[in-house]
């Protein structure tokens, strides 16, 4: 399989054996939601996954997910409020004598208040209860119901297509981030980014903290999908987050929007994710629906590197089986994506390890290649490789364990520990193949390296080897 599988972890999976069983079962990278925790109620697990790891021989990648400024109205004073549709609701910080007799939705975020006016959306519920900002009253809103519903305290509300500029990491996502660096994560994803600077911000925390690890940018609001190219310069990794950005905007358009993103990602060189729902029947379910199943493999073969699921593994009733399936589903998705795939034209990015990595899988396709072999530094040399999905599986060579770890993102690549000792690039990825089991003598690889000079840094790749075992 190479499509990376993203499990959130949960109660439905904190024994140890579960655990094992789900990375068994094809989880390379395991999700760690900070909206539901801290650092400290992460720690046994973080242990656990290394364990596994060192267990297992192969990188493990734990993914920090921070909460974020989600949106969220206060605690009702009846627990929960059903409305009808036509209904009315007053929405502020604290309820006016003038609207005693109308339901009362609290909220305090004034920063948001300020902005509202008449005619304005609000989706409550999970987008399952939608509203209309009616009228102005003294310390709020009149807001009345376009459909019949439930709202229950602390649930998130949108506003759908209306710019909220609050920033993406608050004060307890910088804590939590910190801490997390300091117990070991492999990455990061911020909720609610829509501006580069919320990215930058981020990268300036984990370098002052002496790590390296990449930042995935989750997509939950228009404006971020509408500075997809300022964003994509920035960060390390892409999430398609349908969710939230199913509620933002009108899910006619998500779709297309998910494709959209993608092509972005993959034209980028930057790994994406999709996530929300993916199997979701199978919290309660043994097998997911038809439906779920065609939208896993549309996933794949629209070009995304990893497909994650939350409550299915979290706190689902069949957490390892819903891996197993995601993985058969992607496996019978990139036989398609092979079977359409040929290389012809030319790469999309116009520099030099860019072109030698098209001309890496355009050679290996040529000469019927068992694999490509690439030494890289950075990791760059992966994610390019990746980008262009070869038919043939991509074995990525690294020094750096934090590089390791963040190619396990990339669609079809096997990160692997490179062998320091041999002072070549060029003889890692050789002595490399030669001393792997899973390459049969006789045949033949692409090798690609950043081979410098003697007294000289690497400069990136600069070669493309046919080798034969």
Not at 251 to 256: H, N, Q
């Amino acid at each position: 399989m190479k499509t990376k599988i993203i499990a959130t972890l949960g109660p439905a999976c904190a024994s140890p054996d579960v655990l094992s069983r789900l990375v068994l079962a094809g989880a390379r990278i395991l999700r760690l939601n900070f909206s539901h925790g801290d650092a400290a109620d992460f720690v046994d697990t973080i242990a656990a996954i290394r364990e596994l790891e060192a267990k297992f021989g192969f990188p493990l990648t734990i993914l920090q997910d921070l909460a974020g400024p989600k949106i969220r109205i206060g605690l009702l004073e009846e627990g929960s409020i059903q409305f009808k549709k036509g209904d009315k609701a007053f929405l502020g910080p604290k309820r006016p004598a003038v609207a005693l007799q109308t339901p009362y939705i609290p909220f305090e975020k004034r920063e948001i208040l300020e902005g509202l006016e008449e005619g304005d959306r609000l989706v409550l519920a999970d987008g399952t209860l939608q509203f209309v900002v009616t009228d102005k009253a003294p310390g709020g809103f009149i807001i009345q119901a376009d459909n019949g519903g439930m709202v229950t305290s602390r649930k998130g509300l949108a506003l759908p297509g209306k710019s909220v500029r609050l920033p993406a990491l608050t004060e307890a996502d910088k804590k939590n981030l910190a801490d997390g660096l300091r117990l070991g994560v492999d990455a990061v994803a911020l909720s609610y980014v829509q501006t580069p600077e919320d990215i930058l911000e981020a990268r300036e925390i984990i370098r002052a903290s002496g790590r390296n690890i990449p930042i995935c940018a989750k997509l939950e609001r228009q404006n971020a999908v509408d500075r997809l190219n300022d964003i994509l310069e920035v960060t390390d990794i892409v999430m398609v987050a349908r969710g939230d950005l199913g509620i933002e905007c009108p899910l006619p358009a998500l779709p297309a929007m998910q494709k959209r993103i993608i092509a972005a990602c993959n034209a980028a060189n930057k790994p994406v994710i999709v996530a929300t729902q993916m199997l979701l029947s199978m919290v309660n379910n043994p097998a997911p629906t038809r439906a779920e199943t065609t939208d896993v493999a549309n996933a794949v073969l629209d070009g995304a590197d990893c497909v994650m699921l939350s409550e299915e593994t979290a706190m689902g009733g069949f957490p390892v089986e819903t891996v197993v399936f995601m993985g058969r589903i992607a496996e019978e998705a990139e036989t398609l994506l092979a079977e359409r795939k040929r290389f012809s034209g030319s790469p999309l990015v116009d520099n030099t390890p860019d072109f030698l990595a098209y001309s890496a899988c355009l050679i290996a396709e040529r000469v019927g290649a068992e694999a490509i072999v690439a030494h890289s530094v950075t990791g760059r040399a992966g994610r390019s490789l990746s980008s262009y999905r070869p038919r043939q599986p991509i074995f990525i060579l690294t020094p750096d364990a934090e590089v390791l770890r963040h190619l396990n993102f990339s669609w079809g690549v096997t990160p692997c520990l490179a062998d320091e000792s041999i002072p070549g690039h060029l003889q890692r990825a050789e002595r490399y193949i030669e001393a792997s089991p899973r390459f049969l003598a006789g045949t033949s690889m692409i090798i690609t390296a950043g081979q410098p000079k003697e007294g000289i840094s690497a400069q990136g790749t600069n070669l493309v080897k046919i080798y034969r075992k």
